[in-house]
């Protein structure tokens, strides 16, 4: 199995700045594609960033640039740093990771716990 750990939210005031990570761990083959979600009260789950084993990223418009994923393979983490922090980024921010438990079995999603960013104005 494939665990996410969560950690570097907390409370920011607007243009502040956080940096999230979350580390794999567990018993598994491989981690493919990584990836930050969040859900704001009342909404659906939405893709902040996602990034591949070599490096190709993707974002979604209301973050680009000022959010950068980045993330350390040998580590089997992901990182999110943010920036330029808005009210509107406040949410629960999720890590999301595509993971072989062996060559054969996969790939299966994963999902962190959350962890809460909380953006003041």
């Known amino acids: 199995q494939v665990q996410l750990v969560e950690s570097g939210g907390g409370l920011v005031q607007a243009g502040g700045s956080l940096r999230l990570s979350c580390a794999a761990s567990g018993s598994f083959f491989g981690i493919n594609d990584m990836a930050w979600y969040r859900q704001a009260p009342g909404k659906q789950r939405e893709l902040v960033a996602g990034i591949t084993t070599v490096g190709t990223t993707k974002y979604a418009d209301s973050v680009k640039g000022r959010f950068t994923i980045s993330r350390d393979n040998a580590k089997n983490t992901v990182y999110l740093q943010m920036n330029s922090l808005k009210p509107e980024d406040t949410a629960v921010y999720y890590c999301?990771?595509?993971?072989?438990?062996?060559?054969?079995?996969?790939?299966?999603?994963?999902w962190g716990q959350g962890t809460q960013v909380t953006v003041s104005s």
């Open positions: 999301k990771a595509v993971g072989f438990l062996t060559v054969v079995h996969g790939p299966y999603d994963y």
